[in-house]
């Protein structure tokens, strides 16, 4: 990890956080492990609103989008290859762009679909009008001026309105930066899950607090049925934040 990446995990996340994270990276060969509050959002009573005093723009793309030209810009953004955004695209997932000023500047994916992995093949049970958000990513230059809000709340209501009902989402609860979210937004904690691949001798320990694992996720191989939904009724009081490209 370079100099600058660790001053910024010690200023967002404080000490305790980045000892947490050290003695994970050590412990690797042996064990690997996650711990996430699990959420979902009614986006049918109330999409959340967005709090960055900027205007931020939303645009969603879907996979039939000109996909050569949104791959680039994508992985030009930040973190993920181009081939990940195509697998991404291939399972069907959409993705919100942020733009601020026309600069792209921070972008958040949508599953509609079961199939997407939490980890260690433990999958997401996506049922009918239902949505995970995931990947969210800003540019480190834009962070902390509410973009991830504007995405959030543009994300909810472009479902809302084409008749999904929930959107489901994973925090790790040791990523203060992304928590800020659920907690401004006071949305309820449906179940905290931990996940730990062990190495020698190999097996995943799976387990959840505050309702059954299996309630959200199934993990004996790809789930063999999609509950994929693409409602079109109107649902009303949904905002109009984001933009169809
Ligand atoms: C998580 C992330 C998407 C949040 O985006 P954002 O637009 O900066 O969100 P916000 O502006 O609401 O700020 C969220 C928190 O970041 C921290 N923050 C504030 N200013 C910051 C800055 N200049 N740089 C980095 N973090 C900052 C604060 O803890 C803030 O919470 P607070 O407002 O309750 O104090 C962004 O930090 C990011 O891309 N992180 C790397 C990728 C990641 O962890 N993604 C989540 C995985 S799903």
Redesign the pocket.
Known sequence: MDLGRFR?LLR?RGPWIVVVLAVREILKPLVYWHVWDIFGTDISQRVPQPYAKDEVKVKIYAPDDSLVILQEQISSLGELEAAEVGRRFARGDWIAIAFLKEQPV?YMWIALSSGLELAFGTYWIVRSREAVK?????L?AF???????CLNSGVCSYLCERGFIRTLSSVSIL????M??PK?NKTTRAMTVLLAKFRFPSFTLRKSFGAPLSSRFSWSGLPSSSAESRGTSQTPDCGSAALRE
């Open positions: 910024e967002w921070g995931y990947g969210s990513f800003v480190p962070r902390g001026l509410g973009i991830h809000s990523n203060t930066q992304s800020s979210l401004h």
